[in-house]
């Protein structure tokens, strides 16, 4: 069992900025003034925010796909109403400054949270920043200005309530359906947190029930047991119920069961693809972190707390069947691992090991042993590093210097819709999925596609891609649709095959894509 806690688990501790508020501002800053377009990449976030917009012009839910050319009166209902009301609203005062600013700001907590909770579990200082600067690039995979990125911290708020919270029963049960109810309307990805309740009421009950019959060391119960198993039983009965509490109610399950069990949105979207080791260097990280918890339960014989232990395991697999596990994965890694460093680091402080890994953990230790007792606690260095957030991000939605105009014009087609708007050739034009929705955002013009996969019949999925691809009866399905623009990444097969032809003629590109507008027959 994991050693006495006797570190500060107190809200303020965890949630307000202390032990890594420094970092939360520097990292912040970093995103504001270094990279502000580092959210801006992904063509979907325009449809959030046209939806915002939506609601915002409509003081309603929009119920069909509005942004469609081909099936504009179809039935096509938000997951995230809550979240789209957020983004919607941030733009309409402040623009893409200040979605630029909302969403540094979710992504800068988020790591603060992680590390503050292992910092009250016992992790060091130092040996908390080593594994940050290892979550960031493994969170960071996913980070762009879609609602997804909000629920980084109800799902946090939650590992909190299950796994680290002192409060009595009812707080907790309390604010778990408060948590479940705000993550249900704020993004369909909810259903990551139902996995988080029902894998640790399920692995209690195995530990309390048949853990007595098993001579398996992390499976033995203790005098807590049953009432962990009591306690995790009812957060999941009210944290499930809660999710009911929606618009749409309990047709809004059919939503979302239908958009993560939908073919085309587990095989041809990046975001929940199984495991790429291509993916990029936060791939690596996310293993690497794997490693390390792996080594941590090795170490322990099976873990220190086996309903904590098996939630990670199932989302370190699940990372692995889709990617959209990854960033939930790395976030919990930190605070899961600080009553581990805390169990080892005296054993490291007495000891001189010899290893190059142990010797170096023994260094770490000690440092940290001589630079802790001089961390500044307590209201003081929270209200310094708040105000310095907002004094950094009263800067940057007020001088011109900082603006945000558009999103990354190396990452998303800017100049190619400018010169759509110019030309405004008629008729319907062939894009990109994921450049629909800022054709629309741009220039509220209805388009062929969006990445709204899920809501499109998946016989016209197939014919978008034997399009873009040139495959199979492609050119029948082309002509039959009657196109008088395509806009495409250059390397797209479509795009190669009309650069060849007399009545297609190139009227704009860049190192995005390209843009073709068919010629008036004389």
């Not at 062939?430 to 062929?448: A, E």
Request: aromatic fraction near 14%; hydrophobic fraction near 50%.
């Amino acid at each position: 069992m994991p050693p006495e806690n006797s570190k500060n688990t107190s809200l303020f501790s965890i949630f307000a900025p202390q032990s890594g508020g420094w970092f939360f501002v520097y990292l912040l800053g970093g995103m504001l003034f270094m990279r502000p377009d580092m959210f801006l990449w992904d063509g979907g976030t325009c449809r959030h925010i046209i939806n915002g917009e939506f609601w915002l012009a409509n003081h309603a839910l929009p119920t069909t796909n509005y942004t469609s050319a081909i099936f504009n009166s179809s039935p096509c209902l938000t997951r995230c109403w809550l979240g789209d009301i957020m983004s919607g609203t941030v733009f309409s005062h402040y623009g893409m400054t200040g979605i630029v600013l909302i969403f540094s700001i979710v992504g800068a907590l988020g790591l603060m949270w992680s590390y503050q909770m292992a910092r009250a579990r016992g992790m060091g200082l130092l040996a908390g920043l080593v594994l940050v600067l290892f979550v960031m690039p493994a969170v960071g995979m996913h980070w762009s200005a879609r609602c997804h990125v909000y629920t980084y911290l109800p799902f946090l708020v939650l590992y909190y309530l299950l796994f680290i919270s002192e409060h009595k029963l009812w707080i907790r049960a309390i604010a778990t359906a408060l948590v479940m109810c705000f993550w249900a309307n704020l993004h369909g990805s909810y259903t990551v947190g139902i996995v988080m309740l029902a894998v640790s009421a399920a692995a209690s009950a195995v530990q309390t029930f048949i853990g007595p019959k098993l001579p398996i060391a992390a499976l033995s119960p203790d005098e807590k047991s049953k009432t962990r198993t009591l306690e995790l039983a009812v957060f999941l009965l009210v944290g499930a119920a809660a999710t009911a509490l929606n618009p749409r109610g309990l047709s809004f399950y059919n939503t979302v069961l239908a958009y993560i069990s939908n073919p085309v949105v587990l095989s041809k979207t990046d975001e929940w693809r199984s495991f790429d080791i291509t993916a990029g260097v936060g791939a690596w990280f996310f293993l690497i972190l794997g490693a390390i918890t792996t080594a941590a339960l090795v170490k322990t014989k099976g873990g220190l707390k086996f309903s904590e232990t098996a939630v990670m395991g199932i989302y370190f697999l699940a990372s692995f069947v889709s990617m959209r596990f990854v960033p939930y994965c790395a976030l919990m890694v930190i605070p899961f691992l600080g009553p581990y460093w805390e169990l080892w680091r005296p054993k490291l402080l007495a000891s001189e090991p010899q290893k190059p890994l142990e010797k170096g953990l023994s260094k770490l230790a000690k440092k940290e042993a001589e630079i802790e007792g001089n961390e500044p606690k307590g209201w003081k260095p929270a209200l310094i590093y708040f105000v310095i957030t907002v004094a950094m991000s009263v800067a940057f939605l007020s001088l011109d210097m900082f603006k945000v105009k558009d999103f990354d014009p190396t990452r998303i087609p800017v100049k190619l819709v400018e010169c759509l708007q110019k030309e405004n050739p008629q008729g319907l034009g062939f894009n990109y999925d994921n450049w629909g929705g800022y054709i629309y955002f741009k220039l509220k013009r209805t388009v062929y596609i969006d990445d709204w996969a899920d809501f499109l019949p998946p016989e016209f999925i197939e014919e978008y891609i034997k399009i873009l691809l040139t495959q199979d009866n492609w050119e029948e399905i082309f002509n039959k649709r009657n196109f008088t623009w395509v806009m495409v990444p250059n390397e797209a097969q479509i795009a190669q095959v009309l650069k060849q032809r007399k009545d297609w003629e190139v009227k704009c590109k860049d190192d995005v894509g390209v843009l073709l507008v068919k010629k008036a027959k004389p």
